[in-house]
């Protein structure tokens, strides 16, 4: 297609374009009777009234669509007739004259290259985050030509090894996204240019091997060349990587609290309010406990004074194995337990467990074409949890034939529906730990096997599977045969019946205390599954590229434009480490002031007192955003300078706290553009001594080389003496030329 721009809004006429091949004779230039004596050749026609389908007006441009064209070749647009366009008033422009001149490419045979892949080449070693995006970085910009890719969330491994038949041996899930993103609940394909990111909508599986098939003709450049298999890049046409397992470790080992009126209790609620560890009720020695304690370590433990309930004569809940949840503005949530009166009234807490507010049964509204059933009168053994950060998920197991999932349907927990019905899908069983990512996705663990025939319960195997629900509860998908996936206990514990689960806001999932078979003492452990606490790097540990890329080994240095904007990308989300150091760029003097292109750019080693001293740092501005960083150079560089970026250990972390482990910056390295010949005007339109030119007119100032916008106005005066000043922050920019509207 070729654009055509005007000095005003214009309309089509009558008459025809002929399209006109330049090659006959000198092939450099169109016929003008001088240089270009032969004529030109026609190979297209265009009428503009019966072919105005193939031109689109819009404004001052119209697009033509023309048909092929030979390649490194040089044609003329030329009108048949004064009137081919008119104004808006009828008038006609244009005439017999070319009206544009245009070389088409030469043939591009190259295929695309890829350069930097997110999560990193590296074949089954290579390791990311669970919630990671494929980013891909190619030599130049691509298209996606297939209607979907296909992200393979892998053979887990500890569901493969596992022993407990409730899981099936190959837990394995496919996302097919369109290309399209007509689907985002699947995921989104985006193309910006040379890079291709893939979002699937859920999080991968842990300690999973993920795959993205790239077929043949998957990636091709603007030219249709497909992406090939790379020896150099290792690309051999998917990108694979491994997801961590989750890990927990112990924490805390015995009880040990600030207050020496704390003694060990049985079925006590645990929740995560407001930054701190609530801990409320349970039963000891036979006895009911009605005090509640918090923790903001998990270590040092104060008791709260004056619990209560918000309604005359109801006492505030006495929870012994009562299920609870805390949603987004921070209010407890508690339903059953067995030393309450009332084991089928939900309590709710917005103040840290200090007030409580009995809540009325809510009315069970039907699913489909299902009779309502009646919503439980007695609650045990069964599971809460926060889905969205307002909707209460409550999983009812323990019965083999009446298990069930039930969801609320408001805040005001007036009304609630049966999204799933026995036979649940992770089979029977009572006190699973349930918590819910922020992200939409429920996890539901362990709890003890029920409905097998033992005569003792207690004797019961404890499970330690992992299922998720990405639908709110309708479905379950198990995602691991067992929860430690490093296995630091002598034995394989599974999650201890009646254990706590709290998922604090950073993601970490805190379990404590419980039963294991055979122990009459009970557990005291605190397990975490937050990798901050082992002290585990960002994975990968390091930004896995820069954009603008950084020349290689022997290359001259890359050169960047003045106004420089860095994208550093990390292989999973991250943000500025709130007590760290911030990211520098670092100006390391003209690039012909001595300094080696292949050297550092700072002092040497060397004595202390010979070093010279350190480049200065210019002002930027930083932004983690998702899966980066945007680093901009607050002012306008220094032409001819060489800059350094560095990204300090402790700048970065993930979600969990994991920091940056070791600075980037010795390798990156751009050159700002030398170039210190100020642009010029080689044309301006209206062109000079021009008459009758309307005021609406759009003033055109070309230039030989890219421009960008400075400061100031230009000034227009008239021979009746007024001015009239067009300010360059008004300017458009296309190329070479600036327009004054």
Same mark, same amino acid.
């Given at each position: 297609?070729?654009?055509?721009a005007?000095?005003?809004?214009?309309a089509l006429?009558?008459?025809?374009l002929a399209v006109l091949?330049c090659?006959?004779?000198?092939?450099s230039?169109?016929h003008?009777?001088?240089?270009?004596?032969?004529p030109?050749?026609?190979?297209?026609?265009?009428?503009?009234?019966?072919?105005a389908?193939r031109?689109?007006?819009?404004?001052r441009?119209?697009?033509?669509?023309l048909g092929?064209?030979?390649?490194d070749?040089?044609?003329?647009l030329?009108?048949? $007739?004064p009137?081919? *366009?008119r104004d808006l008033?009828?008038r006609p !422009?244009?005439? +017999? &004259?070319? /009206?544009a001149e245009?070389?088409t490419?030469?043939?591009?045979?190259a295929?695309?290259?890829?350069?930097?892949?997110?999560p990193?080449l590296?074949?089954r070693?290579?390791?990311?985050?669970v919630s990671?995006n494929i980013?891909?970085?190619?030599s130049?910009?691509?298209?996606?030509?297939?209607?979907e890719?296909?992200v393979?969330?892998g053979q887990?491994?500890s569901?493969?090894?596992?022993t407990?038949?409730t899981c099936?041996?190959?837990?394995e899930?496919?996302y097919r996204?369109?290309?399209?993103n007509?689907?985002?609940?699947?995921?989104?394909v985006?193309v910006?240019g040379?890079?291709v990111?893939?979002?699937a909508? $859920?999080?991968m599986? *842990?300690?999973?091997t993920?795959?993205?098939d !790239?077929?043949? +003709? &998957?990636v /091709?450049?603007?030219?249709g060349?497909p992406?090939q298999?790379?020896?150099?890049s290792?690309?051999?046409?998917?990108i694979?990587?491994?997801?961590?397992g989750?890990?927990?470790e112990?924490?805390?080992?015995h009880n040990?609290f600030?207050d020496?009126?704390?003694?060990?209790r049985?079925?006590?609620a645990?929740a995560?309010?407001?930054?701190?560890?609530?801990?409320?009720?349970g039963r000891?020695?036979?006895?009911?406990?009605?005090?509640?304690w918090?923790?903001?370590d998990?270590?040092a433990?104060?008791q709260?004074?004056?619990?209560?309930?918000s309604r005359?004569g109801?006492?505030?809940?006495a929870?012994?194995?009562a $299920?609870?949840?805390v949603?987004?503005w921070g209010?407890?949530?508690? !339903?059953?337990?067995?030393?309450t /009166?009332?084991?089928a009234?939900?309590?709710r807490?917005?103040?840290?467990?200090?007030t409580w507010?009995p809540?009325p049964?809510p009315?069970?509204?039907?699913?489909g074409?299902e009779?309502p059933?009646p919503f439980?009168?007695?609650?045990?053994s069964?599971?809460?949890?926060i889905?969205g950060?307002?909707?209460l998920?409550?999983?009812?197991?323990?019965?083999?034939?009446?298990g069930?999932?039930w969801?609320?349907?408001?805040?005001?927990?007036?009304?609630?529906e049966?999204c799933?019905?026995?036979?649940?899908?992770?089979?029977?069983r009572s006190s699973?730990a349930?918590?819910?990512?922020?992200?939409?996705v429920?996890?539901?663990?362990?709890?003890?096997?029920v409905?097998?025939?033992?005569?003792d319960?207690?004797?019961?195997?404890?499970l330690g599977?992992?299922?998720a629900?990405?639908d709110?509860?309708?479905?379950?998908?198990?995602?691991?045969a067992h929860?430690?996936?490093?296995?630091?206990f002598a034995?394989l514990?599974g999650?201890p019946?009646?254990?706590?689960?709290?998922?604090a806001?950073?993601?970490a999932?805190?379990?404590l205390?419980?039963?294991?078979?055979?122990?009459?003492?009970?557990s005291?452990?605190?397990?975490?599954?937050?990798?901050s606490l082992?002290?585990?790097p960002l994975?990968?540990?390091a930004p896995?590229?820069?954009l603008?890329?950084?020349?290689?080994p022997?290359?001259?240095l890359?050169?960047?434009?003045?106004?420089?904007?860095?994208?550093?990308?990390?292989?999973?989300?991250?943000?500025?480490?709130s007590?760290?150091?911030?990211p520098?760029l670092?100006?390391?003097?003209?690039f012909?002031a001595?300094v080696?292109?292949a050297?550092?750019c700072?002092?040497?080693a060397?004595?202390?007192d010979?070093?010279?001293?350190?480049?200065?740092a210019?002002?930027?501005?930083?932004?983690a955003?998702?899966?980066?960083?945007?680093i901009?150079?607050?002012p306008t560089?220094?032409?001819?300078?060489r800059?350094r970026?560095?990204v300090?250990?402790?700048s970065?972390?993930?979600?969990?706290g994991?920091?940056?482990q070791?600075?980037?910056?010795?390798?990156y390295?751009v050159?700002?553009d030398?170039?210190?010949?100020?642009?010029?005007?080689?044309?301006?339109?209206p062109?000079?001594?021009?008459?009758?030119?309307p005021?609406?007119?759009?003033l055109?100032?070309d230039?030989?080389e890219?421009i960008a916008?400075?400061?100031?106005?230009i000034?227009?005066?008239?021979?009746?003496?007024?001015?009239?000043?067009m300010?360059?922050?008004?300017a458009?920019l296309?190329?070479?030329?600036g327009?004054?509207?």
């Amino acid at each position: 297609s070729v654009t055509l721009a005007f000095s005003k809004p214009v309309a089509l006429g009558a008459g025809h374009l002929a399209v006109l091949d330049c090659a006959p004779g000198d092939a450099s230039v169109c016929h003008d009777g001088a240089r270009g004596r032969a004529p030109d050749r026609e190979v297209e026609r265009i009428d503009v009234q019966a072919d105005a389908w193939r031109l689109h007006v819009l404004g001052r441009e119209v697009t033509l669509e023309l048909g092929p064209l030979a390649s490194d070749r040089l044609y003329a647009l030329r009108a048949s $007739a004064p009137g081919v *366009f008119r104004d808006l008033a009828g008038r006609p !422009l244009g005439g +017999g &004259a070319a /009206a544009a001149e245009f070389q088409t490419l030469p043939d591009d045979t190259a295929a695309p290259e890829l350069l930097v892949a997110i999560p990193p080449l590296g074949g089954r070693a290579a390791e990311a985050a669970v919630s990671t995006n494929i980013t891909l970085v190619f030599s130049e910009p691509v298209l996606v030509a297939h209607p979907e890719l296909v992200v393979l969330d892998g053979q887990n491994q500890s569901c493969l090894n596992g022993t407990n038949n409730t899981c099936p041996k190959v837990a394995e899930r496919e996302y097919r996204i369109p290309t399209d993103n007509s689907d985002p609940n699947v995921g989104t394909v985006t193309v910006r240019g040379a890079v291709v990111t893939i979002d699937a909508y $859920a999080d991968m599986a *842990f300690n999973s091997t993920v795959a993205l098939d !790239l077929p043949a +003709g &998957a990636v /091709a450049d603007l030219s249709g060349n497909p992406l090939q298999p790379s020896s150099g890049s290792g690309f051999a046409g998917e990108i694979v990587f491994r997801t961590p397992g989750t890990v927990f470790e112990h924490l805390v080992r015995h009880n040990r609290f600030s207050d020496g009126h704390f003694w060990p209790r049985e079925g006590a609620a645990v929740a995560w309010v407001n930054g701190s560890v609530v801990v409320i009720g349970g039963r000891a020695g036979g006895e009911c406990l009605v005090d509640t304690w918090r923790s903001r370590d998990g270590r040092a433990w104060a008791q709260v004074q004056g619990v209560r309930s918000s309604r005359y004569g109801r006492m505030a809940p006495a929870p012994t194995f009562a $299920a609870s949840a805390v949603d987004r503005w921070g209010c407890m949530w508690l !339903l059953g337990g067995e030393c309450t /009166a009332d084991p089928a009234t939900l309590w709710r807490s917005c103040d840290a467990a200090l007030t409580w507010e009995p809540l009325p049964a809510p009315v069970v509204v039907p699913v489909g074409v299902e009779v309502p059933p009646p919503f439980p009168t007695s609650w045990r053994s069964h599971a809460l949890a926060i889905l969205g950060g307002w909707r209460l998920v409550i999983v009812d197991a323990a019965h083999p034939t009446q298990g069930a999932v039930w969801r609320l349907m408001e805040t005001a927990a007036e009304h609630v529906e049966r999204c799933a019905k026995a036979p649940l899908a992770f089979g029977p069983r009572s006190s699973p730990a349930l918590l819910a990512t922020s992200d939409g996705v429920l996890w539901l663990m362990g709890g003890r096997r029920v409905g097998i025939g033992l005569a003792d319960e207690t004797k019961a195997e404890n499970l330690g599977d992992v299922w998720a629900s990405y639908d709110g509860g309708s479905t379950w998908t198990c995602k691991a045969a067992h929860y430690l996936a490093q296995r630091t206990f002598a034995r394989l514990p599974g999650i201890p019946l009646n254990s706590s689960a709290v998922m604090a806001h950073d993601g970490a999932m805190y379990l404590l205390g419980g039963f294991q078979p055979g122990d009459a003492a009970g557990s005291s452990a605190m397990l975490i599954s937050s990798p901050s606490l082992l002290g585990r790097p960002l994975s990968p540990p390091a930004p896995v590229a820069v954009l603008p890329l950084a020349s290689g080994p022997g290359e001259a240095l890359r050169v960047v434009s003045r106004n420089l904007s860095l994208r550093v990308l990390f292989g999973e989300g991250v943000r500025l480490a709130s007590h760290g150091p911030l990211p520098a760029l670092l100006d390391c003097g003209r690039f012909d002031a001595g300094v080696p292109a292949a050297g550092r750019c700072g002092p040497p080693a060397g004595p202390e007192d010979l070093r010279p001293r350190p480049p200065p740092a210019v002002p930027i501005s930083v932004e983690a955003r998702g899966f980066e960083v945007a680093i901009a150079a607050v002012p306008t560089l220094r032409r001819g300078h060489r800059y350094r970026l560095e990204v300090p250990p402790g700048s970065v972390e993930d979600a969990w706290g994991n920091a940056l482990q070791g600075p980037i910056g010795e390798d990156y390295e751009v050159l700002v553009d030398p170039d210190e010949t100020p642009p010029t005007v080689t044309l301006v339109f209206p062109p000079n001594g021009s008459h009758s030119v309307p005021p609406w007119t759009t003033l055109v100032l070309d230039a030989p080389e890219r421009i960008a916008r400075g400061v100031g106005a230009i000034e227009l005066t008239s021979p009746a003496g007024e001015t009239v000043l067009m300010h360059a922050a008004d300017a458009m920019l296309a190329g070479g030329g600036g327009f004054f509207l």
